[in-house]
Each structure stands twice: as structure tokens, then as C-alpha cells.
């Protein structure tokens, strides 16, 4: 009998990934935060999938933290700053050598995920795949991408990613995934505070090439001192291709703070600083553009951790 996907979050990468699931026939449930939630999903009658203006939507049977059935394979779909609370509500249910897919943006959320369940397998992913919620339970496709999965103590892929393959997720199994994790969080330093400090969307920055160059340089600097420095390698390029090549889109942060929603600066930016301090590495324009980030956010009474 097929393995039960257990998602954790019905935010856009969750549902996206749930709806492709259930499309495929992959046995499939969600997760919602409580009973309330669990009631107007009830009412939904499901998780809907908009893909080429097209609508779907799929009936995927929805239970709460609580709920008694073991789960043996959970994907996080949460925010970062959600994850280590929400997964701490589901560890009671993990069956021995349960197996987490954590989908998180940034890093720091993923050891804190698992040092709470040793028991349990962490496989880390870094999706470029878009998708937004225009509503409750509803998720717009918005732009074909990748995600890439590892595991950095445990590098054999597991057999499920023929799930993935049925249900047409694009991916691939990573060795080096902490590259793809550093990488995507230089990208994301790089381009998602200016995006919000100056009100723009991501081709914006464009205007602000000095800027982003010298950003670039200080991030390049602080992955060859983690150790990193495939992640380094180019940054400064690849910074510049992204920002032209999704030059009319919001960065992820920008439509945070746009909906005045909490951002996942602790994640990204914060957590580059904090690392960058535990190395003993002065990087100026990088922690100035964390306080300008932080009051930017208190100014409209946003977090700013």
C-alpha cells in the first residue's frame, strides 16, 4: 500500500504540491492548524489548482495536529518562522524513521526542525517553482520551476520521489544541497530587501546596479568563509540574470510586506549576519541593510525578527 503524504501548511507551495499529488492518485492529506480551519476547508470542498487559467479542484481529505493516524512521510510547507512551532505539534504522531521534507526559504529553520525530531529523516528542498494564493485554499501555478532535494548526512535518494515524478513535479536529488540552500539565500539577500526598501519590483533594481554589486561582494565573501564557495562562485552574474529574467514579479518579501504579512527576514538576511558575526566578518553594507530593513518593517508595524 502507497505511503500517505502527510502536508503541513496550505500555503502556496503546499497546496500546489498537495493538488499535483492528489492529481496523480498519490495518496495525499492536509494538515490544517486547527478546528475552526479544518470547518471552512469543509465548506471549500477542497484545495483548488489554477494552472493555464484553467481550475481544478481536488477533494484532498484535511485533519487537524491532533488527529491519531501515524505519519510516516510529512512535507513542511510553512513558513520558516511557523515551521519549528508547527512541526512540534505533529511529533507525537511521527512513526519510527518518519521522513520531513522541509520546504523552507533561507536557512536556520531547517536544524531547528530537526533537533526536535532525531527520530525522523530531514531531507532539505530549495524550490524556484511560483505560485500565489488569490484566495482561501486556491493557488495560482504561476511559474514553472525546479526543486532540488537533499539530504546532507544522508546522501542516498529515497525511493519516493516517484511520487514526484507521477505527479509531474519537476526535481532532482541533490548531494550538495547545502550549496543549493546557500546559493538561493545569497540570491535572495541580494534581491528581496531592495525590492521592498525601494518599492520595487525585482527588474527595479536594475537602477540600482552599484548597490546590488556591492551587496554581491560581501555575500561572496562571507560563503567562502562558510566554506562554500561553489555557492560564491558567479554570484554577481547570477544576481544580474535573475533580476533581468523576472524583472516584472514581486519578490517573495515585497508581497509579504505588500499584504503586511510577517517577511522571513530572521531566515535570510538575519541569518547571514548571524553568521557572518559568529566568523568574526565585517561586512558593512550587509548589516546596514538589515537595519534599514528592520526599521523600514517597524515603521509599518511589521516584525522585524
Same mark, same amino acid.
Given at each position: 500500500?502507497?505511503?500517505?503524504? @502527510?502536508?503541513? *501548511?496550505?500555503?502556496?507551495? *503546499?497546496?500546489?504540491?498537495?493538488?499535483?499529488?492528489?492529481?496523480?492518485?498519490?495518496? +495525499?492529506? %492536509?494538515?490544517?492548524?486547527?478546528?475552526?480551519?479544518?470547518?471552512?476547508? *469543509?465548506?471549500?470542498?477542497?484545495?483548488?489548482? +489554477?494552472?493555464?487559467?484553467?481550475?481544478?479542484?481536488?477533494?484532498?481529505?484535511? $485533519?487537524?495536529?491532533?488527529?491519531?493516524? &501515524?505519519?510516516?512521510? %510529512?512535507?513542511?510547507?510553512?513558513?520558516?518562522?511557523?515551521?519549528?512551532?508547527?512541526? /512540534?505539534?505533529? /511529533?507525537?504522531? =511521527?512513526? &519510527?524513521?518518519?521522513? !520531513?521534507?522541509?520546504?523552507?526559504? #533561507? !536557512? *536556520?529553520?531547517?536544524?531547528?526542525?530537526?533537533?526536535? +525530531?532525531?527520530?525522523?529523516?530531514?531531507?532539505?528542498?530549495?524550490?524556484?517553482?511560483? /505560485?500565489?494564493?488569490?484566495?482561501?485554499?486556491?493557488?495560482?501555478?504561476?511559474? @514553472? #520551476?525546479?526543486?532540488?532535494?537533499?539530504?546532507? #548526512?544522508?546522501?542516498?535518494?529515497?525511493?519516493?520521489?516517484?511520487?514526484?515524478?507521477?505527479?509531474?513535479?519537476? @526535481?532532482?536529488?541533490?548531494?550538495?544541497?547545502?550549496?543549493?540552500?546557500?546559493?538561493?539565500?545569497?540570491?535572495?539577500?541580494?534581491?528581496?530587501?531592495?525590492?521592498?526598501?525601494?518599492?520595487?519590483?525585482?527588474? #527595479?533594481?536594475?537602477? @540600482?546596479?552599484?548597490?546590488?554589486?556591492?551587496?554581491?561582494?560581501? =555575500?561572496?565573501?562571507?560563503?567562502?568563509?562558510?566554506?562554500?564557495?561553489?555557492?560564491? $562562485?558567479?554570484?554577481?552574474? $547570477?544576481?544580474?540574470?535573475?533580476?533581468?529574467?523576472?524583472?516584472?514579479?514581486?519578490?517573495?518579501?515585497?508581497?509579504?510586506?505588500?499584504?503586511?504579512?510577517?517577511?522571513?527576514?530572521?531566515?535570510?538576511?538575519?541569518? /547571514?549576519?548571524? +553568521?557572518?558575526?559568529?566568523?568574526?566578518?565585517?561586512? &558593512?553594507? =550587509?548589516?546596514?541593510?538589515?537595519?534599514? =530593513?528592520?526599521?523600514?518593517?517597524?515603521?509599518?508595524?511589521? &516584525?522585524?525578527?
Amino acid at each position: 500500500m502507497p505511503t500517505t503524504w @502527510h502536508v503541513l *501548511g496550505a500555503g502556496s507551495l *503546499g497546496t500546489l504540491w498537495a493538488t499535483r499529488l492528489a492529481r496523480a492518485e498519490v495518496p +495525499v492529506r %492536509l494538515i490544517v492548524r486547527d478546528a475552526a480551519r479544518l470547518q471552512a476547508y *469543509g465548506v471549500a470542498g477542497g484545495l483548488t489548482l +489554477v494552472e493555464h487559467g484553467e481550475s481544478q479542484c481536488y477533494p484532498v481529505p484535511a $485533519e487537524t495536529p491532533d488527529s491519531g493516524e &501515524p505519519i510516516n512521510r %510529512l512535507l513542511v510547507a510553512c513558513k520558516a518562522y511557523d515551521a519549528e512551532q508547527a512541526v /512540534a505539534r505533529v /511529533a507525537p504522531r =511521527l512513526a &519510527p524513521g518518519a521522513e !520531513l521534507i522541509l520546504l523552507q526559504n #533561507g !536557512l *536556520g529553520s531547517q536544524d531547528a526542525v530537526a533537533a526536535q +525530531v532525531p527520530q525522523a529523516r530531514c531531507i532539505c528542498a530549495s524550490s524556484t517553482e511560483g /505560485a500565489f494564493r488569490d484566495g482561501d485554499w486556491r493557488v495560482i501555478f504561476a511559474g @514553472h #520551476g525546479y526543486t532540488w532535494l537533499g539530504d546532507a #548526512g544522508h546522501p542516498v535518494a529515497p525511493i519516493w520521489l516517484d511520487d514526484l515524478d507521477a505527479a509531474g513535479i519537476p @526535481h532532482q536529488w541533490s548531494t550538495d544541497i547545502l550549496t543549493r540552500l546557500w546559493r538561493k539565500l545569497a540570491l535572495n539577500c541580494a534581491i528581496n530587501p531592495l525590492t521592498v526598501l525601494h518599492d520595487c519590483r525585482n527588474g #527595479g533594481l536594475q537602477d @540600482h546596479h552599484c548597490e546590488v554589486a556591492t551587496l554581491c561582494g560581501e =555575500l561572496t565573501e562571507l560563503l567562502e568563509r562558510c566554506g562554500q564557495p561553489a555557492a560564491a $562562485e558567479d554570484l554577481q552574474s $547570477e544576481v544580474e540574470r535573475v533580476i533581468h529574467a523576472t524583472a516584472a514579479n514581486y519578490s517573495s518579501m515585497y508581497q509579504d510586506v505588500n499584504h503586511r504579512r510577517r517577511t522571513e527576514i530572521s531566515y535570510l538576511l538575519g541569518h /547571514a549576519c548571524k +553568521v557572518a558575526s559568529r566568523h568574526q566578518l565585517n561586512l &558593512p553594507h =550587509l548589516n546596514q541593510l538589515q537595519q534599514r =530593513l528592520r526599521t523600514h518593517l517597524h515603521s509599518l508595524g511589521l &516584525p522585524s525578527d
